[in-house]
């Protein structure tokens, strides 16, 4: 039953992956696109950067210039594009994991099957993951084959670990969603709850070094720990990684227990 669980669950949420991968895809590609234009115009779009105030270069995660290629990925790419797709994908997936399937009151069906609560949980659980999975992978391949065609300079290793990067920072809000839905139900609530977080945490880390105060406040932040421009330039936080690896973990162990002891609604 759990095989064929998690079969459906992925069936049920194609359309979504299907969705969000082509839309990111499609958007690396133009971004892609445009970049031999951008360093042809070197000079001019120095000239554009150094115009801007430092709270918009640290609002779009720029710190090089845009004409090259790192820098020029950290502002089109991974300073935004990328976090919101997959954060997408994991927290829209998951708050329709349990919460879902409360509402359209197809619950009972399945826990009416020879499967406990926090098996059926986990194999959701699993399934969103493994659909975030996917389209970071098309992400991935894109963005390498994208790169070298496009003359980015960027070694093929920085871009798989900024891309990893770019993926681990969407689990622990989608394990929050999954969390959210299993206490509560509510679908709706599953997602605005993370995606406040998400973007209180993403603009805490992003204006930080822009404030003596909130600079302590950053730990609090999966995007700091995450440091995705570090990965892009060849030095991931393994140890930040790992931390948020082991947040999404205990956030999916108490959505488990959660779920098993509260009256699900059918």
């Not at 909130?214 to 990965?231: E, K, T």
Request: glycine letters at 10%.
């Amino acid at each position: 039953m759990t095989t064929e669980l998690m079969t459906k669950s992925l069936r049920d949420n194609r359309g979504s992956t299907i969705g969000w991968g082509i839309a990111l895809v499609a958007s690396v590609l133009l971004q892609l696109a445009v970049y031999p234009a951008v360093r042809d115009a070197a000079g001019e779009f120095e000239k554009l950067l150094e115009s801007y105030p430092e709270s918009f270069k640290a609002l779009f995660n720029v710190e090089q210039s845009l004409a090259s290629g790192v820098g020029y990925l950290q502002g089109e790419v991974f300073g935004f594009l990328a976090p919101l797709v997959l954060l997408g994908v994991a927290i829209g997936q998951a708050s329709r994991a349990t919460a879902g399937e409360e509402k359209a009151h197809t619950m009972d069906l399945l826990l009416a099957n020879p499967i406990s609560r926090t098996r059926l949980l986990l194999d959701k659980a699993l399934a969103v993951f493994t659909s975030t999975a996917i389209v970071t992978v098309a992400f991935g391949v894109v963005l390498v084959v994208g790169s070298s065609v496009a003359g980015l300079g960027v070694p093929w290793p920085d871009l798989v670990w900024a891309v990893t990067a770019s993926a681990v920072v969407a689990l622990p809000f989608g394990a929050l969603a999954l969390l959210i839905g299993a206490l509560i139900g509510r679908p709706g609530l599953a997602v605005a709850i993370p995606v406040g977080l998400a973007l209180l945490t993403y603009l805490l880390d992003a204006l930080s070094p822009l404030s003596e105060g909130l600079r302590p406040w950053r730990v609090l932040s999966p995007f700091h720990h995450a440091a995705v421009n570090d990965a892009l330039t060849g030095d991931p936080n393994w140890l930040g990684l790992a931390g948020l690896v082991v947040l999404t973990a205990v956030l999916v162990a108490g959505a488990a227990m959660a779920f098993e002891r509260r009256d699900i609604r059918v």
